[in-house]
């Protein structure tokens, strides 16, 4: 598949620089495009990669900016939405049809499958579950007893939901979930570690995203919650009876203990690590690898282990990288002291010396 700059130009309505006859054969970013393919600048993650570097032929600019020099260009109101256009020009999505029920899937007599809804091979659906219209679910699902899933939801291979999972319309489920877990709370009897109660479940809003390997464990009693709009990325672990705010971003490896809150708006970068029972407030930022061990009021921004506020954490780290002048310094000032001390010494001994002489 090929298109003129001047198409790919229309294509996103932008404005054209250069020649408009350039054939264009794909796109790529900024450190790994070929001659033939349009890129768009500061589109690597290397960031010391300049567009001059790059062999591509065309670039994808803002309007905003300076057109640049030496390539021919596409200038566009967003950047990345015009470039994601043009990548699905050239690698249009794999269309897939609806398949219906697999005659190798496992589906009790009680589960209830709502129209237009796909089940692949060695999927199995429980005692009571009910799968709503539109939703699709892949190959190796498990889907215990009384699960409830909302309509258009995709669950990918090898997803697990135990008994009385709720998940809402529009959720996606990626590859590997664990939905319902039982929730590591264990109370000691006669020298022993006994399990305690896991009578609840897990509960996720309409839209929420969860990434793939992510834990939610159930509740004790109760739900754990996961608001609407909340995006879980690969890898994280919540606790039971956690309940997560509304259009949360909890980012990769982030961990949760039990019986915490979230207001709404919350992110959570890289590996942080919240304690139990804590609450952190709406709108709340928690810097990559924050330690959580209090409450965080709405708006703050917190960073370090343990977490505090990201002004006071700067302060600490621009002293902690002057400590070793600082210990060279005191080191300084003590030899300083002790030749004062030896000094004063010495001025009293003479003077002890001279009032017995005297």
Do not use: W
Request: proline share 5%; with cysteine; hydrophobic share 40%.
């Amino acid at each position: 598949m090929h298109a003129t700059l001047a198409e790919l130009a229309a294509l996103v309505d932008g404005r054209l620089v250069g020649d408009g006859d350039l054939v264009i054969h794909g796109a790529a970013p900024l450190c790994t495009a070929m001659p033939g393919q349009i890129t768009l600048k500061d589109g690597c993650d290397d960031r010391n990669y300049k567009l001059s570097e790059s062999r591509a032929s065309a670039v994808l600019a803002s309007r905003e900016s300076p057109p640049p020099e030496g390539m021919p260009a596409v200038l566009v109101d967003d950047v990345h939405a015009a470039f994601a256009t043009i990548i699905k020009h050239f690698n249009p999505p794999r269309r897939c049809n609806r398949t219906g029920v697999s005659p190798l899937a496992v589906i009790s007599p009680s589960a209830r499958l709502d129209e237009d809804v796909d089940v692949h091979p060695y999927a199995t659906i429980g005692d009571g579950a009910f799968v709503g219209a539109g939703s699709t679910i892949h190959s190796g699902v498990h889907i215990m007893a009384g699960c409830k899933i909302g309509r258009d939801v995709t669950i990918f291979p090898n997803v697990v939901l135990y008994e009385d999972t709720i998940v809402g319309a529009r959720c996606i489920l990626h590859a590997g979930v664990v939905l319902g877990a039982y929730g590591f709370g264990y109370t000691q009897v006669e020298g022993r570690h006994v399990l305690s109660s896991q009578l609840g479940n897990v509960v996720l809003g309409a839209e929420v995203e969860v990434g793939a390997g992510t834990t939610i464990d159930r509740g004790t009693y109760g739900p754990t919650l996961i608001g609407e709009g909340t995006k879980i990325d690969d890898m994280v672990m919540i606790g039971h009876n956690c309940r997560i705010g509304r259009h949360n971003m909890l980012c990769s490896q982030v961990g949760i203990a039990g019986s915490t809150s979230t207001g709404d708006y919350v992110v959570m970068a890289g590996q942080v690590g919240v304690r139990d029972h804590v609450h952190i407030g709406a709108g709340a930022v928690l810097g990559a690898m924050a330690g959580i061990i209090n409450d965080v009021p709405d708006g703050k921004r917190m960073i370090g282990i343990p977490a505090t506020p990201e002004r006071d954490q700067k302060l600490k780290q621009a002293a902690f990288t002057k400590l070793p002048e600082m210990r060279r310094q005191l080191k300084i000032l003590q030899r300083a002291v002790d030749q004062l001390l030896e000094q004063r010494l010495e001025r009293e001994d003479d003077e002890n010396n001279l009032s017995r002489a005297a």
